[in-house]
């Protein structure tokens, strides 16, 4: 059984940092792609940032500078610091896993596996 499960969310002050882990289990890490996504209610899922079975990192536009994500293949786990948080990177971030290897930016649909997020929430 695969699971995704995000941790590291709560909440902080705007200009704080954070660090979200996702520990996966029951799949062969290294060979997915994975990537972080957020949502606020009544809103789509939005991407955040990637990175494919070959390390190759992808980060939206309006995060770059402020976001990094990472993943540790021998842990199973993937990490994702935010620094310098907004009141608008409040949302639920989750973690997705996608057996293609591959990242994919601009939709969930590829992606195979998704935890069951963690909540950030940003105040002035």
């Known amino acids: 059984q695969v699971q995704l499960v995000e941790s590291g969310g709560g909440l902080v002050q705007a200009g704080d940092s954070l660090r979200l882990s996702c520990a996966a289990s029951?799949?062969?890490?290294?060979?997915?792609?994975v990537a972080w996504f957020r949502q606020v209610p009544g809103k789509e899922r939005d991407f955040v940032a990637g990175?494919?079975?070959?390390?190759?990192?992808y980060t939206a536009t309006s995060v770059k500078g402020r976001f990094t994500t990472s993943r540790d293949n021998a842990k199973n786990t993937l990490d994702l610091q935010i620094n310098s948080l907004k009141e608008e990177d409040t949302a639920v971030y989750y973690c997705?896993?996608?057996?293609?290897?591959?990242?994919?930016?601009?939709?969930?649909?590829?992606?195979?596996?998704w935890g069951q997020g963690t909540q950030v929430t940003v105040s002035s």
């Open positions: 990175i494919s079975r070959n390390d190759n990192t």
């Open positions: 029951g799949l062969t890490f290294r060979s997915y792609g």
């Open positions: 997705a896993a996608s057996r293609s290897g591959g990242v994919s930016t601009r939709s969930t649909g590829p992606y195979d596996y």
